[in-house]
């Protein structure tokens, strides 16, 4: 993401608002102009932490289990292509 862009397009009104999870510099910096932005939310990288993601995870996690044991590919796996279409539960 271009830091710059952004705060330049939300200073102008060409964007209306940020929410931020990843930063261009980790950790972000608390006197980033961007993230004193009045219509930015900012996170650091915990955004999506919450009982839904850790029981989709869970799940995603044995639907994979059970389609490596069968001889399948699990889906999106980082450390190899994986083809499938979406998970079906």
Do not use: Y
Request: hydrophobic share 45%.
């Amino acid at each position: 993401m271009d830091e710059t862009a952004l705060l330049a397009a939300l200073e102008s009104g060409q964007v209306v608002g940020a929410g931020l999870d990843v930063h261009a510099t980790e950790p972000a910096q608390p006197e980033s102009d961007l993230l004193r932005h009045p219509l930015v939310i900012a996170t650091p990288h915990a955004g999506g932490l919450t009982k839904v993601m850790f029981r989709r995870t869970g799940e995603v996690f044995g639907a994979n289990l059970e389609r490596w044991a069968a001889g399948g590919t699990p889906c999106w796996a980082v450390n190899r292509p994986a083809f499938c279409r979406s998970w079906t539960g």
